[in-house]
């Protein structure tokens, strides 16, 4: 679905398949260490054990990749470790700007998609996707108008404002607020902000006044 691909994964297209690390390659046994840390973010800890797929998840994923399992487990831990990463950022810096939910648009989100989300095809009720949804649009509206810079259109985001992340998230690692110990995952990360850009928005096409679904 695609519209419950783009919640649990706003870049999940642009992140690296590196399949050579071990610590990866004992998950495809199901091993996993708790211990394990692989990146901070605000003095929180991202674990193997918060990101690596459910058992279900990866009996359904080693069913389609086949003899690919081993990278397509490590491509699905690196997207959900990052995915947490950003999350912990705009949470953070919607909270320094005061920034809060604009119950309208959800609203408008749940009204345009709540026949499509049920509890068999939705990991997380509608209302929470939908806030989290908006959240993320109001954030990165705000990131764009402070820091501006180059937009790009990704299926899962068709207008990310791929300079403003960078500018964001580089502030924080140099804060020491945003840790990446894992070296792998660490150049898979920072080398989703590195161009040229596949699909690149003409600056006069940028348009933030209202979120993608309306």
């Keep these: 679905m695609r ?6 994964s706003s870049l999940a297209t642009a992140l690296l398949i590196l399949i050579s690390n071990l610590a990866y390659a004992a998950q495809a ?6 211990q394990d840390v692989l990146a901070m973010v605000l003095n929180t800890e991202i674990r193997m054990a918060d990101v690596v797929p459910s ?3 990866r009996k359904n994923l080693k069913q ?6 081993a990278g397509m487990l490590d491509y699905v831990v690196r997207v959900n470790a990052s995915n947490r990463i950003y999350e ?8 320094q700007k005061g920034i809060t939910v604009n119950q309208t648009l959800v609203s408008r989100f749940i ?5 499509q989300v049920s509890s068999e095809t939705a990991t997380k009720p509608i209302k929470e996707i939908a806030a989290k949804q908006v959240l993320q649009f109001q954030t ?4 764009y108008e402070e820091f501006g810079g180059r937009v790009i259109f990704r299926q899962s985001n068709p207008q990310m404002p791929i300079d403003a992340y960078n500018t964001l998230l580089s502030r924080y690692r140099d804060a020491g607020k ?3 110990i894992d070296v792998d995952l660490r150049d898979a990360f920072w080398d989703v902000f590195t161009p040229p850009f596949q699909y690149e928005i003409a600056p006069e096409n940028v348009d933030f006044s209202q979120p993608w679904w309306l």
């Design 140 to 143: 990165e509206k705000a990131m």
């Design 88 to 95: 912990l950022v705009l949470e953070d810096y919607a909270k």
């Design 55 to 57: 058992e279900e998840e």
């Design 29 to 34: 046994n199901g091993q996993v260490d708790d």
């Design 64 to 69: 389609q990749a086949k003899d690919n399992y």
């Design 3 to 8: 519209m419950t691909s783009t919640i649990r």
């Design 111 to 115: 009204e345009k998609f709540e026949g």
């Design 178 to 180: 945003l840790s990446i």
